[in-house]
């Protein structure tokens, strides 16, 4: 398993800045492309109220001769109308232009940043053919592919994974950007990935699906679902390692896996003003929807993100946030471990000595919060950040 | 209509510090009686981890023999399993005891404070002679039951309505508490409301009920419910104006909302480190669900709570939010006002001077957001507080 940030074979990336940030240093147009035409899928923000770029890009996946996705950031063009459509569509007009693909439905299109307002084209169209001309396949270009995704990033999010197949070695990796307004649902942040497997269309709509349930479906930085969630998975089968069998279609999804939930947790370590990694564990629900339940409304209270902020141990709000996410249980079965500490077992409160909880919670920046039910065998595992005073003034302050 | 803190005929209230708060400057103990039976109903939290108060209360209402409510602060006796059923009961026969009531079950309980910690018996032992000798039924003694029920509360919450009815003076008073852990649902926070018209059990659970819906149910701190949520309305019949009409009834009923409306504001006025009253009027839905869903789901979201605490026009994130709530609507139809600015029409972006909107926001501690739809004529009302680092800072230590 080797993480270097090197592309899979035949991509190239690039990312340059060309004003719709303010501040030069800052990278704001970036462009991912295949060399050969790709299967390409994807899954989509499930917000009724989504950018242009999504309904544009949704409109044309799956397909298999997809060329490359261009990504600005700084401006989301979303709650835009018409005219965000058009400008949507303009964008992969402009850069099927210049790559000369057969179709301008062969390039796809990302919007991230502030909501509503209209893209500057007249600055765009001066960042174009600077992207195009940067295109590289070596990992700087890589790197400022996933730095021009960036808003309020710290840092840019890169993971790779490598397996042995018939003898050839096949990659994947993947670009993702998201530092709040975090809470995907069948849908995610945004993220490129990109692999040099022999997919099909059909399999990488599967395969894209089923990576993406078990790692960005499964984070929240402040159970605010985007207008812009957009992963896409480009796969261009330019290591032919021949029919795969279901093993090794098995091996690729589980790389896949790897990598998206690499992405998805290098989100949430750079979640905004966070001090905390929270991992939340819940077992023993019926179901794994009812897992997912419990884990995501005791990540989205704003009361258990600061007590883990502040290092106090208490527990009651997490108790409490599992009893009013709509599941049912017996709180007789309950139990709850923080950090390993037992502080709730079978319904009663368990003695503790509160400081040495506390101090635990402030020393690690990881916190682990396992929940155990009686109801059945299934189970989930979610992660979230914290909720500092650092999370407010960056929020109180973004587009004024 | 008098909002003189005056108690209807025939109630007395008294509130002290008994010692389960360490501060001896804070009440702690809170006792509201009235002289003869009442008609009396409740709502409590829909959490499915609620307090024994809760369970015990709940398991005696709606009943025509009610002589009062006893509550402590300091401590919920929530998640305390059989041995927390088993002190509410204790606290309601101590009461009942010393007020020599006919049943234990005359007597209601409610607990708030920190959750998980078994009630201290022994210093409870100490306050009840101390808080049944202080009974009165002057503005002091009832000003002290309001104090007596605070956690985090800057201030005690009390409303009063008054009306003629066939000629005699009727009242209503209730108190409330609660600063954090607000986001009820067919519940509320801790609440007792009395009045001296002649109701039957049956009216009294019918009339809450309709008030709560449109008042403490439309409000939400930090979108976590509590486990100890309780509204409690006694109906001492002390003024006996005769058997009440249908219009009359009304006219009690719409008293009754005034005086739950008052309280719910109130609570949401002192949310913990909030700078803003922010009124969320959602109107031309197809229902009031679906007026309610959005007006919650805005309400709910940190990124629109921060954007109003820093005086951002950052409208992108109310629409997104009304976008992820799961009602169903055209983008098109959609319209959005912030204290009076249109900056959203009709799925359509409208131009408008940043800096006049943020003064607008930073000058006014009362924010208004008027979200239009196009799907019928259902509307809701709901109040909601901007989430600030002082939020966080009282958040992160609460119980260490």
Request: glycine share 8%.
């Amino acid at each position: 398993m080797s993480t270097d940030l090197i592309l899979p074979k035949g991509f190239l990336s690039a990312g340059v800045h060309c004003g719709i940030k303010p501040d030069r240093k800052k990278l704001d147009l970036s462009l991912f492309v295949s060399e050969s035409p790709c299967s390409a899928a994807g899954t989509f923000t499930t917000n009724l109220v989504c950018g242009a770029p999504v309904k544009v890009s949704r409109a044309r996946l799956p397909r298999g001769t997809i060329r490359g996705v261009v990504i600005n950031s700084g401006n989301a063009n979303a709650c835009t109308g018409e005219q965000g459509i058009a400008d949507a569509c303009w964008m992969t007009e402009q850069i099927a232009g210049l790559l000369k693909c057969e179709s301008t439905d062969d390039i796809l299109v990302c919007s991230t940043g502030v909501i509503g307002r209209f893209l500057p084209r007249e600055i765009l169209s001066k960042g174009f053919p600077d992207v195009v001309s940067g295109l590289s396949a070596n990992a700087a270009g890589y790197h400022n592919a996933a730095r021009g995704m960036m808003t309020t990033d710290t840092f840019p999010k890169q993971a790779t994974r490598e397996a042995t197949i018939n003898g050839h070695s096949v990659r994947i990796s993947g670009a993702a950007k998201g530092a709040a307004m975090i809470a995907p649902n069948m849908a995610t942040m945004l993220s490129v990935i990109m692999t040099d497997a022999p997919l099909t269309p059909d399999q990488t709509q599967s395969m894209i699906r089923k990576a993406v349930q078990q790692s960005f479906n499964c984070i929240s930085v402040d159970g605010h679902m985007s207008t812009s969630d957009s992963v896409i998975l480009l796969a261009n089968g330019q290591v032919n390692c021949g029919e795969l069998s279901d093993q090794q279609l098995e091996e690729i999804q589980s790389l896949l896996n790897e990598v998206t939930s690499e992405l998805a947790q290098a989100i949430i370590r750079d979640a905004e003003g966070a001090t905390h990694f929270i991992t939340i564990d819940v077992q023993g629900t019926r179901t794994r929807e009812e897992a997912y339940t419990v884990a995501k409304a005791v990540a989205d209270s704003p009361l258990v993100k600061t007590a883990i902020a502040g290092g106090d141990p208490n527990w009651g709000r997490i108790i409490s946030a599992a009893g009013y996410c709509g599941v049912a249980f017996e709180e007789a079965d309950l139990s709850l471990k923080v950090n390993g500490f037992s502080l709730y077992e079978k319904g009663t409160p368990l003695p503790f000595i509160a400081a040495e909880v506390s101090n635990n919670i402030k020393q690690n920046r990881e916190t682990t919060i396992e929940l155990t039910f009686n109801s059945g065998d299934a189970s989930i595992r979610f992660w979230t950040s914290d909720l500092t005073a650092e999370y407010v003034r960056l929020n109180a302050d973004y587009t004024t």
